[in-house]
């Protein structure tokens, strides 16, 4: 029952956001636009490579992409008292919790499936092909973690009078650690070289990491969304 | 310091006592002599540092100290806000409060003497090394509690949501802890290895005693934070029964 | 770096340490010594009404 309730929930929320394409035109904008801007912030004196900052940039462009779809995820809500109706069904909370935290992890990771080849183009062609599957996995784990702290969050944040200000402030101090982690794997994964054993323990601190949130959101989610 | 409302009011107000001031004045007093004792063992019984750290090691003493009492601090608004969460008591949300400016006060003081004595020690005043880092990002999230509060006018949903922040916020603490110990940046000085403590014995009992006086500094602090909201809650007694 | 260097540096980080606790501590001291001040106000506002209650 509660499977296929999660199931209608993020339905839902695809369905609202495929119909109006908002959030994801947004996001995809967005990114690619910050990508240019890297390109001329970051023009290195002598044309040298600049592989050593790509993980930062890539996860610094996929954070604040992702801050932008959490704030129109819970927004929409909130302006038609949709969460309020919502409540008022049987619905386990946690289940509510699910559903807006997948349909979060899928808008970030449509935007991350055409992102990341233009990126890799740009600023890492030297990327080898056989890293892919150990890239994806990471950036799996680490949009799991994103989603699952800033769906959270959001939902906190979203029922204060600052709302889309607010989510920022609480939600980067929390995301760094899972940002270092992932920069620096990204980063060694798509360089020429690199020690990819570093990579394994960065992946295992980025699942723990996503372990505790995910804990902690099944925990308190009840008290988060206002009973 | 502060009086029972009782005497005050002629019995018609709540008696409504506050945290003991004579207590609260011998804790601070108290922490007082040990900061002063750690401060003369470390100045003038601990040998001078024989790394390139130097004379400026000896920032040592309060530094760390005050780095503990911080975390210590937040550790006590994230007890004190399950607390709240589970009894939902306005008193649990005040030592939350209470524990948090607290944390973020010597948290301040971390950063501050932390920069001194980088520069100090390597020249620089900023370097994105473990403890100035992770408490720079430990400040930037509690202040985040703050803007949190401010922004939810519902007295009950305002302590509701400021508990679970701090309760997730908490996540942070151990990460700011072990920054230390296993980030290898190899420019802090991991002061309690695996090993044991790596240090002079009388550079140990300095650490302990200023350890044990931030403490007992933080309780006393918090004691004081704690007295004033019992004042206000009292005020807005008084004046309710003015009112009404 | 010379002793007397470090020894100022040594001597602001304390110095900091001290200027915070202290401004701390009075800036309290002072908020309780108001807050006394306006309990012990009502308080009498309110026994001088209680006769004519």
Redesign the interface.
Known sequence: MGARQYRAMVRKDLLTELRTRETVVAMFLFVVLAMVVFHYAFTVAGGGPLSFYTGGMVWVVFVFGALLGLNRSFAHEKDENVLDGLLLCPVDRVTIFLAKMTGNLIFLGIIQVVALPVFALFFAPQASVARLPALLGLILLADLGIATLGTLLATIAMQTRARDLLLPIVFLPLAIPLVIAAASATSTLLSAGGDVSAVLGRLAFVLVYDGIFLVLAYGTYDVAIGE | ???S?AT???G??SDRTALAPATTTAILALAGVLLAAA?AVGFWVAPTDASTL???Q??FY??AP?AETALLAYGVAFVAAVLYLRRGDARYDRLGVAAVRLGL?FS??VM??GV??G??AWGVWWAWEPRLTTFLIACLLYSGYFVLRGAVEDESRRATYAALFAVIAFVDVPITFFATRFLPEGLHPVVLGPSGSGMDARDLLAFLAGLAGMTL?FVG?LR??L??EA??E??RE??Y??EG | ?P?A???R??A???G??LL??VA??AV?GR??GR??R???A??????R??PEA
């Open positions: 310091m502060v009086e409302a005050v009011a002629g018609r107000v401060l130097g004379f400026s000896k920032i309060f530094h005050i006060l301040l003081l501050v003497t001194i004595w520069r100090a500094l602090l004081l934070e007295g004033i004042l206000r009292e005020l008084l004046k029964r003015l | 770096m002793l260097e470090a020894a540096y040594v602001a980080a304390y900091a340490v915070v606790f701390y501590l309290t908020r309780i807050l006394r306006d309990v012990r009502l308080g009498e506002e309110l026994s009404r209680e």
